[in-house]
């Protein structure tokens, strides 16, 4: 496959695909409602390296030429513009139309963002993940808040060379993530790298919670992550670094991009990582390792249950040209326009149709790779969408750091934890 789409390739097909699309209601009211026809719509994007700004402008542009709709935009990273987006949120600004946003936050937007099921048909969303779709859904009215462009999942890379050396196998199972750490770690190498601190350590530990049978709210809402599950699964995330010694010891500092650096730099045999680790691993200019590694699915305990999210973008609630922010986000959704994103980015596709598409095409480790993916989103979990969970997750990543840095024991960070979080929950309304 390219590197990329060529630009005429994209309009082409987008435009083909949009109008065969044309009878269904999303185009129905392309006008923008009682606002008169719209020729502009303004857009807060996400941005994440150089080649972003390159994209996003083939994109809006084979927009405008589709549409004569001119989508002016911002670029933001992930957490600038996350916070940007709940201070505009919170003013019911009218500033932006369209707005980029993930399932991880989307809990906090969902009294601001547009319901999109009269922009979606139901036979076109059924294309999409089911586990995508789940989670940008308000539970409480089951509206959906966003569609989801690009699919956000963890695999296994390991260093091939490494692992044929000593005659060991990629790790299928926590224990063997053990024996293999060991047997790999020795003389300033580790077996592993894990992140340690942040969000990236709360989602790591939302992995072991759901692989140990763990669930982080029961079905009334109250807490449950301080389970006999959770404490397994925070006794073996400490473990692993306090007391197997599989890891750096200074893993309790390292966020998602210390995570990577200690496999491209050559320090660590294996990491969990993202889907777009899989080209900057592979690039000589980025990773001493490009040559050498080799992916495999997640490693499975009582489940085999990772989590499982995507990127996508909103309608702003307060938008006046709602309808023609919608067919923008029609637009970016299109099979041909997430064969481009993937062909850019290695973004896996968010329809499981296209995700099949690029799949078949692939050849050999890229092929490898995309199965291992699909693995994880067919068994993958998000965290609960209930009223107050962003600031419970917050709550839960200091008692993760607190328990790997061996300054609580696993159930007393948990049991602090749960305690507040309930607070949280009920001064929320979500407890049942």
Known sequence: MSSALSRRRFLGGSMALAAGAAVGP??????????????????????????????????????TQQTGITVKYDLLQFTPLTSK??????????????????????GAFFPHFEPLNNYFDQADLADFFPVAIQYMTNPASGELAAIPRNMDARTQYYRRDLYEAAGVQPATTWEELVSVGQRLTSGGQFGLVLPGQGDPAQRQFADFLWQAGGEWLDQNNNVTFNSPAGVEALTFYRDLIQQYRVTPSDVVTYQWNENSAGFTNGTCAAVFDWPGAYASFGDPSLSTVS??????????????????????LAINKYSRKKDAAAQFLKFTVTPEALVDQYAE???????????????????????????????TIDNGKEWPKVPGFDKVSTVVQTAVQNALSDQMSPQAALDAAAAESTRILQQAGALR
């Open 26 to 63: 999303f185009l129905a009211a392309c006008g923008g409602g009682s606002d008169g026809p719209v020729t502009e719509i303004d857009a807060l994007l996400i941005t994440g390296g150089d080649r972003y700004p390159a994209y996003w402008e083939k994109v809006t542009s084979a927009f």
């Open 85 to 106: 987006e709940i201070t505009l949120a919170a003013a019911r600004s009218t500033q932006y139309d369209v707005y980029s946003t993930h399932t991880a936050q989307i």
């Open 291 to 312: 040559d050498k590694y080799a992916t495999a699915p997640m490693p499975s305990h009582k489940t085999g249950t990772s989590c499982a999210i995507s990127h996508g």
């Open 345 to 375: 980015f290695k973004n896996y596709p968010s329809r499981r149709s296209t995700a099949e598409q690029v799949t078949s095409q692939a050849q050999g480790m890229e092929h490898q790779w995309l199965a291992d993916l699909r693995t």
